[in-house]
C-alpha cells in the first residue's frame, strides 16, 4: 500500500503521472487547527488514515516529505520515501537558515508568489505547457494561511529521532537544493517539481524499491 503526500498547497494532480505496483491513496492537506498547531500534532490528525498493523509506504514531496517523517514516527511498519525535501532539519538551505534566524519569513507575503507564475517556474524548474499550467493553478489554489503555517513549521522543525528515509532529489532543484547532503536517486536534470516532470524516472525508482522489499 502506497501513502502519498503532496508539497504544500499541492493535492493529487502532482501523482497523476506515477505508476506504482498496488493501491496507493493520497492524504490530504487539513486545515491547521490553529496558527500554532505543532508539527507533530498535525501529523498525528493526518497518520489516522494509515493503519498500525499495516506495513505500507509513505511517499512525501516537499513539505509533505516532513510530514511523511513524522508519520513515519507513529507508523513503525512504514518506510518512508522522500521527493525533493529534507531528512534532516539542518539541510535547510542557508536562505531558509537565514529566515529561520532572523524571523523575516513573518513578512513573505505569501498572496505573491501566484501573480510571479514566471519567477515561481524557474524556483519549481517546471517546464513550459502542461507543467507550467498545473504550477500556476496549484500557486492559485494554495491558501496564503494554510501556506504561512506551513512554512512557520518548516523553519521551526525538530528532526531529532525521525525515522530513516530513501531520498529521490533533482540535481537541479533551486528551491529546496540537496547540497552536501547524500541522496540516494539524485536524477540529472530534474528540478524541484520533478514528481511532475520527471514522473516515469520517479515511477522506476518507486517501483524498484517495491521489488527489492518484496511487498507494497
Same mark, same amino acid.
Request: charged letters at 15%; aromatic letters at 10%.
Given at each position: ?9 499541492? +493535492? ?11 493501491? #496507493? ?6 486545515? $491547521?487547527? @490553529?496558527?500554532?498547531?505543532? %508539527? ?21 514531496? @516537499?513539505?509533505?516529505? %516532513? ?24 539541510? *535547510? ?18 498572496? %505573491? ?45 525538530? @528532526?531529532?529521532?525521525? $525515522? ?8 537541479? +532543484? ?22 511532475? @516532470?520527471? #514522473? ?5 525508482? *518507486? ?10
Amino acid at each position: 500500500m502506497w501513502y502519498l503526500i503532496p508539497g504544500l498547497g499541492a +493535492d493529487e494532480r502532482v501523482f497523476r503521472g506515477l505508476r506504482l505496483p498496488g493501491p #496507493a491513496t493520497v492524504l490530504h492537506w487539513l486545515p $491547521p487547527l @490553529s496558527p500554532t498547531e505543532p %508539527l507533530r500534532h498535525y501529523a498525528a490528525r493526518l497518520a489516522e488514515a494509515v493503519p498500525p498493523s499495516q506495513p505500507c509506504w509513505l511517499v512525501g514531496v @516537499s513539505f509533505g516529505g %516532513l510530514l511523511a517523517l513524522e508519520v513515519g514516527r507513529l507508523r513503525p511498519l512504514a518506510r518512508v520515501v522522500l521527493i525533493s525535501s529534507l531528512a534532516d532539519a539542518h539541510q *535547510l538551505p542557508p536562505l531558509l537558515k537565514l529566515g529561520r534566524a532572523t524571523g523575516l519569513h513573518r513578512l513573505v507575503p505569501f498572496g %505573491l508568489l501566484p501573480r510571479l507564475p514566471r519567477l515561481a517556474q524557474w524556483f519549481f524548474g517546471a517546464r513550459n505547457g502542461r507543467e507550467y499550467r498545473l504550477l500556476a493553478r496549484i500557486l492559485r489554489d494554495t491558501n496564503p494561511s494554510f501556506a504561512r503555517w506551513a512554512t512557520r513549521q518548516l523553519l521551526s522543525w525538530d @528532526s531529532a529521532g525521525v $525515522p530513516a528515509a530513501v531520498r529521490l532529489h533533482g540535481t537541479h +532543484d533551486r528551491l529546496l537544493p540537496a547540497g552536501a547532503a547524500y541522496i540516494d536517486y539524485p536524477l540529472p536534470g530534474a528540478g524541484h517539481f520533478m514528481i511532475v @516532470s520527471h #514522473a516515469a524516472a520517479v515511477s522506476r525508482v *518507486l517501483q524498484q524499491l517495491a521489488e527489492q522489499a518484496g511487498w507494497w
